[in-house]
């Protein structure tokens, strides 16, 4: 294969934007993940589309439009959860139905589907503009930066959130930060994969990386590592495959997913209690 | 010194009266067992302690008020009966106990409180310099030294209430509130984990309020006892309990009728 294609610019601008999406989105999907939130950036991204059919309904820039709606609707739901005691899986739903819910309606007043629409339901990462990976790499930096600063509060809110509360954490504006932090990586990342694949980036690498068995630092590292490398292939294979660059990335991920869980059967990866179960099976 | 006053504390949970009025007091250097069966509202005033429950009557904290005692609560170490975290967790135990570790912010707010009551906070574990450092003493302390890369989904319950006890051990805490830490564990591993205890209070000074059902365990190690089932039946010196065959026998019936209580 020759890769004179890295040469073209908007594969640079792809490739580029799309490391940085996969960095944050492994980040925040291993909290998210190890919170039993898998599915919230689903949820989030299906608010997002609610956003994204106002903005395109109004006349407003989509993507702002979606994170509003995005957020607005992440912190209702994180107050509703905790005031009326709604478990977390049925709070997603909530979130997730009431975001199509809005789309659906703001679709059908709007007179039917948009081209717009498409590139936001399943990614576009090579049609973005130079400004679009300054500002993706821009908005990244920010999420790393408060992830890397908030990191041992947060994974101490993960591992046990009544202890993070004794110990002096105030763990209810922490929830609020990630739940931000949250859909601000859900808004961004959608231009890479789309509404449709968003949680693949989030769950993917980070329930094969934890498969390893290894501690926490070990674990990011990996995961961060496997998700930026499915990216960059997929970004590449799919250019020459001529197939669409998420679908690729994602099917990456999964094969990723499958061929550790077969070392994992074979015991190529060592006996290690902890490696045995998937988090959804715990 | 007081470390730690209750006064005509009660609290209602979930529209019942979980604690009635409960009084007592602990003192520097205490082994305080508290003993009642399931359901008499300990975890439930131990939450109140550590600021997680309302409740009426008075907590006091070295002498101050619940007010102004906030900056202290991080200095309290609690290991709860069960911590439910997720099994395949990617956290090692040296990762879990240095969650334990207190920003020094926080840490000279409440040493400012200590200081200005006159208690002599007893750093062992915070003297030591880098943090992995501070992780490694105290998993020593607790013998688990040999155990601190592995994985925490892979440790037994009673390997695991042992690393619970250092990640509350490494701040230096001023009082540690144990709820009934090793239920549900073998004897030997319980036998390892009294041995830990009896060390940080004997060796390390450390004031222990601790929950159990293990009568036996209480009354080797404990110096005073409090018996409660909402109401506090009891509280003083570990032999006037012991020698009371009228108060042990009113716990064991009121165990009994819990335990079957519970099994129907």
């Known amino acids: 294969m020759n890769l004179e294609i890295l040469g073209y610019s908007f594969i640079q601008k792809g490739l580029i934007a799309g490391a940085a999406i996969s ?95 498409f590139s936001f339901l399943f990614g576009s990462i090579l049609l973005i503009s130079t400004e679009d990976m300054l500002l993706i790499l821009g908005i990244s930096s920010g999420v790393v930066a408060t992830l890397v600063a908030l990191r041992k509060q947060l994974l101490h809110l993960t591992f046990d959130e009544e202890q993070a509360q004794v110990s002096g954490i105030n763990t209810d504006r922490l929830n609020y930060v990630f739940v931000v932090l949250a859909s601000v990586t859900v808004i961004t990342s959608m231009r890479l994969v789309g509404i449709l694949l968003i949680s693949a980036l989030i769950v993917l690498p980070n329930i094969t990386a934890i498969m390893f068995g290894k501690g926490f630092k070990k674990t990011v590292a990996l995961s961060v590592s496997m998700s930026v490398s499915s990216v960059v292939s997929g970004i590449i294979l799919s250019y020459y495959l001529d197939l669409a660059p998420s679908g690729v990335i994602v099917m990456i991920s999964v094969s990723m997913l499958v061929g550790t869980l077969l070392l994992k059967h074979v015991n190529v990866l060592g006996k290690s209690k902890s490696i045995q179960k998937l988090p959804s099976e715990a | 010194m007081n470390v730690l006053e209750v006064s005509d504390v009660s609290i209602k949970y979930n529209g019942h009266l979980a604690v009635d009025k409960i009084n007592f007091d602990v003192k520097e250097g205490d082994l305080l067992g508290i003993v009642g069966p399931n359901g008499a509202g300990k975890t439930t005033l131990f939450k109140a302690i550590i600021g997680l429950q309302n409740h009426s009557g008075k907590i006091k904290l070295f002498g101050y008020d619940e007010a102004d005692y906030q900056p202290l609560l991080p200095l309290i170490g609690y290991v709860s009966q069960k911590v439910s975290f997720e099994p395949n967790f990617p956290a090692t135990v040296s990762e879990v106990v240095s969650m334990g570790l207190i920003p020094e912010k926080k840490l000279r707010k409440g040493a400012v409180l200590l200081k200005n009551c006159g208690y002599s906070w007893n750093l062992l574990y915070q003297k030591v310099g880098k943090d992995s450092d501070k992780v490694l003493e105290c998993l020593k302390t607790a013998g688990l030294e040999s155990l601190k ?116």
Not at chain 1, 42 to 48: I, Q, V, W
Not at chain 2, 232 to 247: A, T
């Open chain 1, 23 to 117: 960095i944050i989105c492994s980040l925040m999907g291993m909290f998210l993940v190890l919170r039993r939130y898998s599915l919230f950036g689903d949820a989030l991204s299906h608010m997002a589309f609610g956003g994204i059919s106002l903005g395109l309904f109004t006349g407003i820039y989509p993507l702002w439009t979606a994170f509003a709606v995005s957020v607005l609707g992440a912190l209702g739901i994180t107050k509703l959860r905790k005031s009326a005691k709604i478990s977390g899986d049925a709070a997603i739903a909530v979130l997730l139905v009431s975001g199509l819910g809005i789309g659906v309606l703001l679709i059908s007043a709007s007179g039917g589907f948009k081209v717009d629409l």
């Open chain 2, 149 to 264: 890369d592995r994985r925490i989904g892979d440790l037994s319950g009673g390997e695991l209430q042992r690393v619970f006890i250092a990640k509350a051990l490494v701040k230096d805490p001023v009082l540690l509130i144990l709820d009934e830490p090793v239920t549900g564990v073998d004897a030997d591993a319980q036998n390892k984990f009294y041995n830990v205890l009896k060390k940080i209070n004997t060796e390390n000074k450390i004031t222990i309020v601790w929950s159990s059902h293990d009568l036996e365990a209480i009354s080797k190690l404990a110096n005073r006892v409090a018996c409660m089932n909402r109401k506090l039946f009891f509280h003083g010196e570990k032999e006037e309990f012991f020698s009371n065959k009228e108060l042990l026998k009113t716990y064991a019936e009121s165990a009994m009728q819990m335990h079957m209580h519970d099994h129907n």
